[in-house]
């Protein structure tokens, strides 16, 4: 597929006052106040896939693969499974040239069920469980990053060949962005300390283990982050550590991986993420702190996963009950926190759109609820919606492509959506809907 083929349909809806950057590149207007997206309208998803739904589409999934390849030709771009995995994904993810970077057995099998090459697999966490090191071994993963001081010794008692290990430290850089997912900071779960001198005692820990191959370091310092400064004094501080580590051990390590986190604009006005000036900024700091050091240039991996997936996806919902209540009116769906977990997780904002008739010009303010119970089970607060807005109609939300099906629930016993991608026309069904059979098959009386 080359680029002229990916990019017609993103005039199509720009013409339609899609927001870009948040609807999937392939959105575009249909019929009577439809959507299309890879060109099948969205009422016809919803009346075949039934609601709520996630939608994917897999042009964009591409096209992002294809933005990162190109802006940093030299880099490794590794994948980051936690983000959304099935075997559909990971396969367009290989067909795309990237690599990896999976942090359980589970997210492992996925990739072995679409036999992943090995060569491009990177395994993270914190927490590694003696099955998930076993799985990591077993398939012969390249490179473990080691996180603990005991997973060192027990991966070094694990491991059969050289395995190549990275080391996560933190850098101790700020990126600015929601506290429960800033892991740059000290004094946090993640990593070995830069300045504790944690990280250079675990260097020093992994070329003590004969079957353990140290052949780069790695951080990581959190997700949706727009400012590039931060990435920059991360790279900057992560190679003055590498230069440190020459001095001290004598070793060069070949290998630098800077994490992932690359922000997403989830509605207009959100601030984006400049990958090219990233790029520019990034080749720049690790040239210099390089050159300056007299350290060989280490080959570089990134790791993004929300900046790949989340604007492919939109999630699909149908009105159940609208309801006004003292001074808000509240737009009850068939699905909510257990299929979006971010607002009340993060306060985390989303649009919505309303789809598949005409509606009113005259909008109100309301707010999009789920239908769990909780209180603060809400797709979307203080939101405009037709003011004719009525149970049935259905309601798109974009930007749900990352961290959505991968964080859903089964809350209140209900079953996670099914996830559709869609490409020229037609539909597919990667993950089908969980049924209340599938709930109760776990529950052994
Ligand atoms: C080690 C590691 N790499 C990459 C990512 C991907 O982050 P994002 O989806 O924000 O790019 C994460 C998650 O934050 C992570 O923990
Ligand atoms: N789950 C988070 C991101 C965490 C990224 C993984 N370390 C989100 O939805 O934004």
């Known amino acids: 597929m080359t680029l002229a083929e990916l990019i017609p349909t993103l005039g199509g809806s720009l013409r339609g006052h899609l927001?870009?950057?948040?609807?999937?590149?392939?959105?575009?207007?249909?019929?009577?106040?439809?959507?299309?997206?890879?060109?099948?309208?969205?009422?016809?998803?919803?009346?075949?896939?039934?609601?709520?739904?996630?939608?994917?589409?897999?042009?964009?999934?591409?096209?992002?693969?294809?933005?990162?390849?190109?802006?940093?030709?030299?880099?490794?771009?590794?994948?980051?499974?936690?983000?959304?995995?099935?075997?559909g994904v990971l396969r367009w993810i290989a067909e795309e040239g990237l690599s990896l970077d999976v942090c359980s057995a589970g997210e492992l099998a996925v990739a072995r069920a679409v036999a992943f090459p090995a060569s491009r697999i990177i395994f993270h966490g914190n927490v590694k469980t003696p099955e998930d090191l076993k799985a990591a071994v077993a398939y012969g993963v390249d490179r473990i990053v080691v996180d603990s001081l005991d997973e060192i010794e027990q991966l070094?008692?694990?491991?059969?060949?050289?395995?190549?290990?990275?080391?996560?430290?933190?850098?101790?850089?700020?990126g600015h962005t929601h506290r429960?997912?800033?892991?740059?900071?000290?004094?946090?779960?993640?990593?070995?300390?830069?300045?504790?001198?944690?990280?250079?005692?675990?260097?020093?820990?992994?070329?003590?283990?004969?079957?353990?191959?140290?052949?780069?370091?790695?951080?990581?310092?959190?997700?949706?982050?727009?400012?590039?400064?931060?990435?920059?004094?991360?790279?900057?501080?992560?190679?003055?550590?590498?230069?440190?580590?020459?001095?001290?051990?004598?070793?060069?390590?070949?290998?630098?991986?800077?994490?992932?986190?690359?922000?997403?604009?989830?509605?207009?006005?959100?601030?984006?993420f400049d990958l090219h000036g990233y790029a520019d900024r990034i080749l720049r700091a690790v040239n210099f702190e390089c050159s300056s050091h007299q350290l060989p240039l280490p080959r570089l991996t990134?790791?993004?996963?929300?900046?790949?997936?989340?604007?492919?996806?939109?999630?699909?919902?149908?009105?159940?009950?609208?309801?006004?209540?003292?001074?808000?009116?509240?737009?009850?769906?068939?699905?909510?926190?257990?299929?979006?977990?971010?607002?009340?997780?993060?306060?985390?904002?989303?649009?919505?759109?309303?789809?598949?008739?005409?509606?009113?010009?005259?909008?109100?303010?309301?707010?999009?609820?789920g239908r769990h119970c909780e209180a603060g089970d809400i797709v979307a607060e203080d939101v405009p919606l037709p003011s004719d807005l009525r149970a049935g109609d259905l309601l798109a939300v974009p930007c749900t492509g990352a961290y959505h099906h991968s964080l859903a629930s089964n809350y209140n016993m209900v079953g996670r959506p099914p996830v559709v991608s869609v490409r020229d026309g037609s539909a597919h069904l990667l993950i089908r809907r969980e049924t209340e059979d599938d709930l109760l098959s776990r529950d052994l009386g």
């Open 302 to 369: 990134i790791e993004p996963g929300r900046a790949i997936i989340a604007a492919a996806g939109i999630t699909l919902y149908r009105v159940v009950t609208v309801k006004h209540g003292v001074s808000r009116t509240f737009v009850a769906v068939d699905g909510g926190m257990s299929d979006n977990p971010r607002p009340s997780l993060y306060g985390a904002r989303y649009s919505v759109r309303p789809v598949g008739r005409h509606f009113s010009a005259i909008s109100r303010s309301a707010t999009v609820v």
């Open 180 to 272: 429960a997912i800033a892991t740059g900071v000290e004094d946090q779960k993640f990593g070995f300390s830069l300045a504790s001198g944690a990280a250079a005692e675990a260097v020093g820990r992994v070329l003590a283990q004969p079957s353990l191959r140290l052949v780069g370091l790695h951080c990581h310092i959190g997700s949706q982050i727009s400012r590039v400064a931060s990435f920059e004094e991360a790279a900057r501080r992560m190679v003055a550590f590498m230069a440190a580590l020459h001095v001290q051990y004598g070793i060069s390590l070949p290998q630098l991986d800077l994490g992932g986190g690359h922000a997403v604009p989830y509605r207009c006005g959100d601030p984006s």
């Open 156 to 174: 070094g008692a694990l491991a059969r060949y050289p395995q190549n290990v990275l080391i996560r430290v933190t850098p101790g850089v700020d």
């Open 19 to 87: 927001e870009p950057g948040i609807w999937p590149r392939s959105t575009a207007h249909g019929v009577d106040g439809d959507l299309l997206l890879g060109g099948v309208p969205l009422t016809q998803l919803a009346a075949r896939f039934g609601t709520p739904a996630y939608l994917l589409d897999e042009l964009t999934v591409r096209q992002h693969c294809r933005d990162y390849r190109s802006a940093l030709p030299d880099v490794e771009i590794a994948y980051a499974g936690k983000s959304m995995i099935n075997r």
